[in-house]
């Protein structure tokens, strides 16, 4: 059982940056995949990027080259830099991990909030 832990969420101005992090408890190095997804108010859980085990990423177009996900393996954390802000960003972000390739089991994050308001 991976177990993830989100961070760096909160309240910033239109055209802000915020850095999200997800923490796991074990080696993420050989992960199949790992993503982050948002769900806002009344709205579906959409996902917003994914990044492989060679770590390349993609990204859902409504990004608009604003984000960046990445992962750091000796630390076994995954990062958003969300830059450029806009008010429709605010969502509870969550993180999502598939260890295999070979299992359909995915983890997921308790979330953390992001607002972005004036």
């Known amino acids: 059982q991976v177990q993830l832990v989100e961070s760096g969420g909160g309240l910033v101005q239109p055209g802000g940056s915020l850095r999200l992090s997800c923490a796991a408890s074990?080696?993420?190095?050989?992960?199949?995949?790992m993503a982050w997804w948002r769900q806002a108010p009344g709205k579906q859980r959409e996902l917003v990027a994914i990044?492989?085990?060679?770590?390349?990423?993609t990204y859902v177009d409504t990004i608009e080259g604003r984000f960046t996900i990445s992962k750091d393996n000796a630390k076994n954390t995954m990062h958003l830099q969300m830059n450029s802000l806009k008010p429709e960003d605010t969502a509870v972000y969550y993180c999502?991990?598939?260890?295999?390739?070979?299992?359909?089991?995915?983890?997921w994050g308790q979330g953390t909030q992001v607002t972005v308001s004036s």
């Open positions: 999502n991990a598939r260890p295999s390739s070979r299992s359909s089991d995915t983890y």
């Open positions: 074990e080696s993420i190095k050989s992960f199949f995949t």
């Open positions: 990044i492989d085990h060679y770590d390349d990423p």
